[in-house]
C-alpha cells in the first residue's frame, strides 16, 4: 500500500469522525433548543462556531498525519516517488549506454 493510500485511509476515517462529531453536536443543540436552554438561532451558531472550529483543527491534523507517515515511510527506508523516478531514468540512460557499447561492438 503506498503513502497515496495510508493517506486517503486517514483522511476517510477524518472525514467520517467529522460527520459524527457534527451530527451530534446537531443533536445535543436540538435537545437543548427543545429543553429551551437556547433558542433555535443560538443553536445554529452554536453548531457553525464548533464545525468552524473542528474543520480549521483538520487542516492542521491532515498535515501533521502526513508529515509523521512521511517521516515514518523515510525512517523505514521506503525510497519517495521522485527519488524512484530518478533511479528509473539513470537506468534507462544505463541501458541506452549499453545497447550503444553492444551495437559498436557488432560492427
Known amino acids: 500500500m503506498d503513502s497515496n493510500d495510508w493517506m486517503k485511509q486517514l483522511l476517510l476515517v477524518g472525514i467520517g469522525t467529522t460527520s459524527l462529531v457534527a ?3 446537531k443533536e445535543v443543540s436540538d ?3 427543545k429543553d429551551g436552554r437556547i433558542d433555535s438561532e443560538e443553536a445554529q451558531g452554536f453548531v457553525e462556531d464548533i464545525m468552524q472550529q473542528i474543520r480549521a483543527g483538520q487542516g ?9 507517515l512521511r ?11 521522485s527519488e524512484m ?4 531514468g ?3 540512460r544505463l541501458e541506452r549506454q549499453i545497447r550503444d557499447l553492444e551495437n559498436k561492438m557488432w560492427r
Open 23 to 25: 451530527e451530534k453536536i
Open 31 to 33: 435537545q437543548w433548543v
Open 60 to 68: 492542521n491534523f491532515e498535515s501533521t498525519m502526513e508529515r509523521q
Open 90 to 92: 539513470r537506468i534507462d
Open 85 to 88: 523516478d530518478e533511479l528509473r
Open 71 to 81: 517521516n515514518m515511510l523515510q525512517d523505514l527506508g521506503v525510497p519517495r516517488q
